[in-house]
């Protein structure tokens, strides 16, 4: 036999065993027809892009602390009371925005020195959220009507520099890596909850909603605001270290 003959006869050998071994155990079967990809489709294209917000709801408002110099930039070195206690005596009467607070949760923030069961300042957590390798002061605040005001603050420049400031119906409140998230019932859809990832954001040098999504969930009976882990990312929890 000429080679070329050879060489046309060994190629239809191992064609013919490759594909005799297509229906045997172990090897690849089709999975069907493959769907076409759809991608986004516009409505409204004539439709003009907004050019102003509505509504400046202060997300990315950031606030020097004022009379707190911070040692080294340490946050751990500034108890949280004194912290909140500052910035309410800047600013006396505020009820509403990132500054808002209730009067009478005033009151007794004044009073947590001589009244500490009934200080509303909880025990503060720290975690490098913005990526500086520091940690940042986190501190919640318990308000009337199973409200919880949530506060970040950032130490830089020999003092404090508040990044976060939000106050809702908190269900719990997370650490998943550099992200902390919100968990905040829903009163106008029973069984679900809003879940709101805040992100540091360097452009805005504050922490801002990034994520935000409505979830379904069994409805639970006296829910306390808690900080948890580990997360649903498995990010370990932090570590508690009281001040």
Same mark, same amino acid.
């Given at each position: 036999?000429?080679?070329?003959?050879?060489?046309?006869?060994?190629?239809?050998?191992?064609?013919?065993?490759?594909?005799?071994?297509?229906?045997?155990?172990?090897?690849?079967?089709? !999975?069907?027809?493959?769907?076409?990809?759809?991608?986004?489709?516009?409505?409204?294209?004539?439709?003009?892009?907004?050019?102003?917000?509505?509504?400046?709801?202060?997300?990315?408002?950031?606030?020097?602390?004022?009379?707190?110099?911070?040692?080294?930039?340490?946050?751990?070195?500034?108890?949280?009371?004194?912290?909140?206690?500052?910035?309410?005596?800047?600013?006396?009467?505020?009820?509403?925005?990132?500054?808002?607070?209730?009067?009478?949760?005033?009151?007794?923030?004044?009073?947590?020195?001589?009244?500490?069961?009934?200080?509303?300042?909880?025990?503060?957590?720290?975690?490098?959220?913005?990526?500086?390798?520091?940690?940042?002061?986190?501190?919640?605040?318990?308000?009337?009507?199973?409200?919880?005001?949530?506060?970040?603050?950032?130490?830089?420049?020999?003092?404090?520099?508040?990044?976060?400031?939000?106050?809702?119906?908190?269900?719990?409140?997370?650490?998943?890596?550099?992200?902390?998230?919100?968990?905040?019932?829903? !009163?106008?859809?029973?069984?679900?909850?809003?879940?709101?990832?805040?992100?540091?954001?360097?452009?805005?040098?504050?922490?801002?909603?990034?994520?935000?999504?409505?979830?379904?969930?069994?409805?639970?009976?006296?829910?306390?605001?808690?900080?948890?882990?580990?997360?649903?990312?498995?990010?370990?929890?932090?570590?508690?270290?009281?001040?």
């Amino acid at each position: 036999m000429k080679p070329r003959g050879v060489f046309v006869a060994v190629c239809g050998l191992l064609c013919a065993l490759f594909l005799g071994g297509c229906g045997g155990e172990g090897a690849l079967e089709s !999975a069907g027809a493959t769907p076409a990809a759809v991608g986004p489709v516009r409505l409204w294209p004539e439709l003009p892009p907004a050019t102003d917000p509505p509504f400046d709801y202060g997300e990315s408002d950031t606030s020097r602390v004022p009379g707190l110099k911070i040692s080294g930039d340490d946050v751990r070195s500034v108890d949280a009371v004194a912290v909140v206690r500052a910035e309410v005596r800047a600013r006396p009467g505020v009820y509403s925005g990132p500054d808002g607070m209730y009067e009478e949760t005033a009151r007794a923030i004044a009073a947590c020195g001589s009244a500490p069961a009934g200080c509303p300042v909880m025990r503060p957590y720290y975690r490098d959220l913005t990526g500086n390798g520091r940690d940042e002061l986190i501190v919640g605040i318990r308000m009337p009507e199973q409200q919880v005001g949530i506060r970040v603050y950032l130490a830089e420049n020999g003092g404090l520099t508040r990044i976060m400031s939000t106050v809702d119906q908190v269900v719990s409140v997370e650490l998943a890596g550099r992200d902390l998230i919100m968990r905040v019932a829903s !009163a106008g859809i029973p069984g679900y909850e809003y879940r709101t990832a805040w992100s540091w954001d360097e452009q805005q040098h504050s922490m801002l909603p990034t994520r935000d999504e409505i979830v379904r969930v069994r409805p639970s009976a006296g829910a306390v605001p808690r900080l948890v882990g580990p997360t649903p990312t498995g990010v370990p929890s932090p570590v508690e270290t009281a001040p």
